[in-house]
């Protein structure tokens, strides 16, 4: 799989983009008196559709049909190279389950915080603790997703913008989550920012590892099975993280509105696009 340098860096600055907005979640905490629970609800749900239906319909037949080949080039044949794609999306699932089953439950960055929390700052070792963990254990999350928007934007510049964005709309909140304990531990406003901003870091983190492992032994066979592995990734974060974090909002209805909202502007995208 030959790449041009404005392919890997179109795909560097896609995989920065959607892990450094979690630097937006934490100005947002900042300047916003309120949070819009209904918005980020919406937007929790259209993310969750919009990588629920790109990984079914597109990552994991794009997989599948790398693995498979064709008749003139079988890779691994119809039947095989079906079952391989199926082993590396569950395989996917597997890594990402287990991340997240090593990160204990009252530091994982699928907690739910309010800007309203900013109001009362007061210094506590306890919540510094929790927000410097909650900072590291986005990070640990957010590795296999940089890779995941890396991988997607080298194969397909329309497929990894999507991803990419689908990806930020979700660190937002996130952001968010790292921002209030620190900024309740400090009183500090530019620290509780830049611990958000930099747990992001580990998207380009994972994108460039990816890159220097991965790369030089990007076979046909080796990419089908990343692919396929992003799929499954992605389905675990879209129903294990988004999709509860929306309905811990309040807002049920809205987040799946949300959902299939995003599936739809990703089907009308693939269309217009194909």
Known sequence: MELSTHDILFAFALTAFAGLSTGIGSV?????????????????????????????????????????????????????????TTLAFFGGILIIALIDKLIPSFENPHEIRKVEEMETPHKNKKLMRMGLFTALAIGIHNFPEGLATFTAALTDPTLGVAIAVAIAIHNIPEGVAVSVPIYYATNNKKKAFWYSFTSGLAEPVGAILG?????????????????????????????????PAAREFGEHHLSIYGLIAGMAVMAISLLLFA
Not at 62 to 80: E, F, H, I, Q, Y
Not at 219 to 240: E, N, Q
């Open 211 to 243: 890159y220097l492992l991965l790369m030089p032994y990007l076979t046909p066979v080796v990419f089908g099975v990343l692919f396929a592995a992003v799929a499954g990734i992605m389905v675990f974060i879209s129903l294990d993280e988004l999709l």
């Open 28 to 84: 947002l905490a900042f300047f916003t008196k309120t949070t819009n629970t209904r918005f980020l609800s919406v937007s929790l749900g259209f993310s969750a559709g919009v990588m629920i239906y790109v990984s079914m319909i597109e990552i994991f037949v794009k997989a599948r049909d790398v693995l498979s080949g064709t008749a003139d080039n079988p890779v691994l044949g119809d039947k095989m190279g079906y079952i391989v």
